[in-house]
C-alpha cells in the first residue's frame, strides 16, 4: 500500500524565548513570519517560514496543551534544511552571522540518496541544525 504523504508541511518547535528564537530565525535563515497565534492577550506560537521550510515556534509553557507534544522541551529538535547552493556559502553565511559550525563540511546522504555536504550548527536553545548541500554546478 502506498501512502500518500509528500512530505511535512511544518515542523514545531519549542523554545524558552519566543522573541530571541525569532531573531536568531530571521538572522541566519532569513525567516519570515507568517503569523502570531495568541491565548490570554499573549503570543504563544509564532509561525515562521524559511523557503520551502516552515516551523511553528511555541512558546515554553505556553499552557495550550493540546498544541504541544506531551514533553515539549527547548533545544530538543535536531532538523536538516536542504541548502540549494553550494556548501561554501552556507558556511560564509554561518561565519559572517556569528555562528559557531559545531562539525562540517562532511559528507551526509540526503533523503534522495545523493551524497552532499552538511554543516551542523545550534540555534539559541542548543537545538542541532543542519544545511545539506547536494548542489551540482
Not at 47 to 63: D, I, K, P, S
Request: charged share 25%; aromatic share 8%.
Amino acid at each position: 500500500m502506498t501512502i500518500p504523504i509528500s512530505g511535512f508541511d511544518h515542523l514545531a518547535i519549542t523554545v524558552k524565548d519566543l522573541d530571541a528564537a525569532t531573531a536568531f530565525y530571521k538572522r541566519v535563515l532569513g525567516a519570515e513570519k507568517v503569523r502570531d497565534y495568541e491565548a490570554n492577550g499573549k503570543v504563544i506560537v509564532r509561525q515562521l517560514q524559511m523557503g520551502g521550510a516552515m516551523f511553528n515556534v511555541h512558546q515554553a509553557g505556553h499552557g495550550a496543551s493540546s498544541l504541544v507534544a506531551t514533553n515539549p522541551t527547548p533545544g530538543s529538535v535536531d532538523v536538516c534544511f536542504r541548502w540549494n547552493a553550494p556548501i561554501k556559502d552556507a558556511v560564509d553565511l554561518l561565519k559572517r552571522e556569528g555562528v559557531e559550525i559545531i562539525i562540517g563540511p562532511v559528507d551526509r546522504e540526503s533523503s534522495s540518496g545523493k551524497i552532499g555536504k552538511s554543516v551542523y550548527f545550534r540555534d539559541p536553545d542548543g537545538s542541532l541544525l543542519e544545511f545539506l548541500s547536494v548542489y551540482e554546478t
